[in-house]
């Protein structure tokens, strides 16, 4: 619907109003292109995530003035890069040395581009480096608490991940204001004296499909979105289920994606030493439009995680449509899927409770369309980026 001229006028004033922000967290540097000055070049790669990324953009194409620190691995000096309302700065992150210091390079470099550009109020991103460097510089800065360094301690105890417990508790003890992604981390923060809003990450508007799903004609596909091959992301298990699976759908096929899932990586090590590699397709990191194809592609999406803070792939196959599985004690994962009305839950540390979920989607057409659509439902007036973005505008408000 058109906005009339006094809706317009009442945007841009608001706009005005709330001066610059500064999004402080890792994003992709390349999906930022469109709102870049300059003939077409290679930009830094950045460290990914998309939460910080889709709500960058959303910013922009709203007319804010927005300033973003933000740290790469392919730089080895202070980047800056400008467009209409946008000051980018990336800075370098190091592959080696920097939990030995408590990521003091990188807390400074942030520290230092918040001062220099003296925005209005900063939203940092984790409760890490961005955080600790925000924080720093005395500005008026949102924590969005993404996950929870001590339960992912408890799945990785090693030296690395004790030092991010410590920097979570540093951004607990300095900070002030708060966000989180879910119930389950505003929880964890709770027992810690901190009181956090709630608000989800967003997937921008522009990937809802809104075509009516169908099942694959020539053989189910199945996909999965994991961001490393470990205890806590439990591939293993799916791939055990799977192998039962194909007992009553011979023709099934799955499709793994995310680091640790390409050919010729861990997981695919794992299954080709067990015979358990046929008819699965390791993929790996992909780049975004492919992974949300592959998504709209596939007839389920089976989430395997022991423990997730959120989840965006669930919402990210929600929003084309296609059926999800995840674990009923996963963290915030029951919350994502509304409690099993969303998505079908169940025991994921058990390969035989996954194929059980499996098959029935597979064999119950009712059950699938039922799911596809309460799914595509759920994600749409719920994890849709344009209003999650207001609320953020909220609470940068009120800071």
């Not at 079908?344 to 390969?351: A, C, E, I």
């Amino acid at each position: 619907m058109a906005l009339d001229t006094h809706d317009l006028r009442e945007r841009g004033s608001a706009v005005a109003d709330l001066g610059t922000v500064a999004l402080a967290g890792p994003i992709t540097v390349e999906a930022l292109r469109d709102h870049i000055d300059g003939p077409p070049r290679e930009l830094p790669r950045g460290l990914g995530g998309v939460p910080v990324t889709v709500l960058a953009n959303e910013l922009l194409t709203r007319g804010h003035r927005l300033v973003v620190t933000t740290l790469s691995r392919d730089v080895t000096d202070e980047v800056l890069i400008t467009g209409p309302n946008l000051r980018l700065h990336i800075a370098p992150f190091r592959d080696r040395g920097r939990a030995r210091d408590g990521f003091r390079d990188e807390r400074r470099a942030v520290t230092r581009t918040l001062l220099r550009e003296l925005p209005d109020v900063v939203h940092a991103h984790w409760s890490y480096e961005y955080a600790l460097g925000a924080l720093r510089s005395g500005l008026p800065t949102l924590v969005t608490l993404h996950d929870w360094a001590p339960t992912i301690f408890g799945f990785h105890r090693d030296a690395y991940r004790a030092v991010r417990v410590g920097m979570n508790a540093a951004t607990l003890a300095r900070g002030r204001h708060f966000s989180t992604v879910s119930p389950y981390i505003a929880q964890a923060a709770a027992r810690w004296g901190r009181q956090a809003t709630i608000v989800p990450n967003g997937l921008a508007d522009h990937w809802f499909d809104k075509r009516i799903r169908r099942r694959r004609p020539d053989g189910p596909v199945l996909v999965s979105v994991n961001s490393g091959f470990d205890a806590r992301k439990n591939c293993e298990t799916l791939i055990r289920a799977f192998a039962q699976l194909r007992e009553q759908h011979p023709t099934a096929q799955l499709c793994l994606i995310g680091g640790g899932h390409e050919v010729g990586g861990p997981a695919h090590h794992w299954a080709e030493a067990r015979g358990l590699d046929e008819a699965v397709s390791f993929r790996g990191p992909l780049p975004y439009p492919e992974t949300m194809k592959a998504l709209a592609e596939s007839d389920l999406l089976v989430h395997p995680s022991l423990e997730e803070s959120f989840g965006m792939t669930l919402i990210e196959a929600m929003s084309q449509g296609t059926p999800v599985i995840g674990g009923v004690e996963s963290g915030a994962v029951p919350w994502v899927l509304d409690h099993g009305i969303a998505g079908q839950l169940t025991d994921v540390t058990s390969p035989d409770a996954i194929t059980a979920a499996m098959d029935r989607l597979l064999t119950d057409d009712d059950r699938w369309r039922e799911l596809s659509t309460r799914g595509y439902d759920h994600a749409w007036t719920t994890y849709r980026l344009s209003p999650i973005t207001d609320r953020y505008l909220e609470l940068y408000r009120a800071l």
